[in-house]
């Protein structure tokens, strides 16, 4: 199996991770969901060679994650020089908010000759209820839709990971009033004044 589809298959699991954290109580926050996510590459990618680390800066911007593989150790100085050149893949996570200029940062790091091979990879959740705000609804489906059409541009070196977490799922480490009042604060902007 090739570097990017270990880090494919890897990253095929996020989805339920953040799924069983989320009903854990471990997921509110886009930090959470880096943390969660970085564990979980470090466990599904513990083979020696792979570094998994998080906002490393390039000249043309950082992902949150970046997977790279340095096949021997005699190479590791080189990686410390230059570690674009042992890139294998570019992640960046998306909870609750829009995505900006991800899906392009996305692309341009596939853009230059030698990171063609790279995957770049998205991970986008959020409550995608209707109930919650409908104005919101209707944005995060159209977000999972340009992320499904962006991966579509090139399949064989994009992916993404599309948690639709659900603010009526019973959660350990909360209750159900306590769960309502973190969404309220939390998951869109609202005046102090306007929270109850």
Do not use: C
Request: overall charge positive; proline content about 4%; hydrophobic content about 35%.
């Amino acid at each position: 199996m090739t570097k990017v589809g270990i880090v494919r298959k890897a990253m095929a699991g996020v989805e339920d991770v953040l799924l069983r954290a989320y009903a854990d109580g471990h997921l509110f926050l886009e930090a959470d969901s880096q943390a969660i996510i970085y564990s979980h590459l470090r466990r599904q990618l513990s083979d020696r060679g792979w570094i998994i680390r998080r906002e490393t800066p390039f000249h043309d911007g950082k992902p949150d994650l970046a997977v790279f593989h340095v096949s021997d150790p005699e190479s590791f100085p080189d990686f410390l020089e230059e570690p674009r050149e042992f890139l294998v893949a570019a992640i960046e996570i998306k909870h609750a908010s829009g995505l900006r200029d991800d899906l392009e940062k996305l692309r341009r790091y596939q853009a230059r000759g030698r990171d063609h091979g790279v995957l770049s990879w998205i991970v986008y959740s959020d409550h995608f209820s209707s109930d919650i705000h409908r104005r919101n609804f209707i944005n995060q489906e159209q977000r999972a839709h340009d992320i499904l059409k962006w991966v579509a541009e090139r399949k064989t070196h994009r992916g993404s990971s599309i948690v639709r977490l659900d603010p009526e799922a019973p959660r350990r480490g909360g209750d159900r009033a306590v769960v309502t009042r973190a969404f309220a604060d939390r998951w869109w902007s609202r005046s102090s004044s306007e929270r109850t």
